[in-house]
């Protein structure tokens, strides 16, 4: 089992920033794990993937999103990051944090999710 454990939302005004981060523990070790990620699910819409890196260190970003956001990964604490600068508006949503041993290019490939964490941004 692997249990992810998300903080850091909150609520900021357009052109503010908010760190996430989502800290992984369990009796299985996600370590060698392909995929760790960020999605993120506003009312009426389906769960998008915002960001994601891989063990090697690749990283993939929705385009609305490139250039503001910045996914990272601290392997010593096992616990991803997600720093999100210039937010806007739109980017008000539920993020969850995400681990899959393959892709996750959909929800349904993801193993293990966190409960999310709010981000509201106001104009």
């Known amino acids: 089992q692997v249990q992810l454990v998300e903080s850091g939302g909150g609520s900021v005004q357009a052109g503010g920033s908010l760190r996430l981060s989502c800290a992984a523990s369990g009796s299985e070790s996600i370590s060698r794990w392909n995929c760790r990620a960020w999605f993120r699910q506003s009312p009426g819409k389906e769960r998008?993937?915002?960001?994601?890196?891989?063990?090697?260190?690749?990283?993939y970003y929705h385009d609305s999103v490139k250039g503001r956001f910045t996914i990272s990964l601290d392997n010593t604490k096992n616990t991803v990051y997600l720093q999100m600068n210039d937010l806007k508006p739109e980017d008000t949503a539920m993020y969850y944090c995400?681990?899959?041993?393959?892709?996750?290019?959909?929800?349904?490939?993801?193993?293990?999710w966190g409960q999310g964490t709010q981000v509201t941004v106001s104009s």
């Open positions: 995400a681990a899959a041993r393959g892709s996750c290019i959909r929800s349904s490939d993801v193993n293990y």
């Open positions: 998008e993937r915002v960001a994601r890196i891989s063990i090697g260190g690749n990283t």
